[in-house]
C-alpha cells in the first residue's frame, strides 16, 4: 500500500473523517481508564518546527509517548528547512529514521514537498494555509458536546486564515454550517472557498462569507475566533487591530448567538483583543476541551497513517 499524508483537511474523506472521531474516541477511553494500548510500540515521529507551539508539541509528543512510540523535537535552529538544507535531502534523511512526521512551517509549499519526497507520512502541524489537526480536535469536541453534527451551526469571526481554511473545509464535508465573517481585505482564500463549494455541493453544507460579524453569528450554536496577526504576521499586529476591532468577541456579539452558544478559540488567546475575558472565561467556552482534544484527535491521526503505510 502507498503511504498516505495530512497535508490538508482534504486528504481525508468524509468517511474517513468520521472512523476517525470514533478511534479518537476510544483512544480517548483508554487513556481516562489508563488501558495502555501500544498502538504505536517502538514507532518514532519527527517533529520538525520553524514556529513556537505549546499544545502541537505538547500533544504530539504525549501522543507518541501514551502510545508505546516516541517524539523527537526538531526546532528551527536544529533543521534549517530550505536554508541549512533542502527539503529534499532533509524527507531523504528522516525517513531512515523515522516512521511518521509532522511539520510545522510557514509556507504549504514546505509541507507539500516533504510529502511528496518523504516515503514517511507528513502530517501538516500548522502551515500558514491550514491547521488540520486543529480542525478535527475542534469537530470532536463538538461531537461529544453535542452527540452529532445534525444542523450544526459554526461561526467564525476575524482573520480568514489557516485555523479558517481548515474550519471550512472540514464544515465542508461533514455537511454542516459555516459563516464566516472578516473585515474587508482578510478574507479567506479563494482556492479554499472553491474546493470546500464543491464539496459542499455533495454534502448539502453551506458557507457564507460576510463582513458582518452579527449576520454570521446570528443564531448559531457556536462562536469560533482566532488571533488577528498570526505567526509570521507580527509586523503587522498594530495595523490589523485597527480593522479588526469590530470583530471582537465579546458580550454583545455573543447575544447574536442561539443561547449557550460555544465559544471556541484553537489558542494561544490574545485576551481582550479578538475575545473578552468575559467570554472565554464563561460556561459557554469550550477552549480546553479542544486542547485536549489535540491528544486524542491527534492520536487518531497517527495510528491511522500508520496502519495504512
Ligand atoms: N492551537 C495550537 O496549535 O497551539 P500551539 O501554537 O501552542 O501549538
Ligand atoms: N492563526 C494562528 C494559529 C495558531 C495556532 C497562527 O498561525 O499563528
Known sequence: MTKRDYRKVSDFSTEEIHHLFQLALTIKREVKERRFVPRLADKNLAMIFEKPSLRTRCTFELAMRQAGGNGLYLGPSEVGLGKRESVYDIAKNLERWFDLVMIRTFAQKNVDDLAVHASIPVINALSDAEHPCQAMADFLTVLEKRGSFDGFKLAYVGDG???????????????????VATPDGYQPKEATLVEARTIA??????ILITTNPVEAVEGVDAVYTDVWASMGQEAEAAERRKYFLPFQVNAELMRAANPGAFVMHDLPAHRGEEITDEIIDSPQSIVFDQAENRLHAQKAILVYLDELR
Open 161 to 179: 486564515n489557516n485555523i479558517c481554511h481548515s474550519l471550512i473545509t472540514l464544515t465542508a464535508q461533514l455537511g454542516c454550517e459555516i459563516r
Open 201 to 206: 455541493a455533495k454534502t448539502g453544507a453551506t
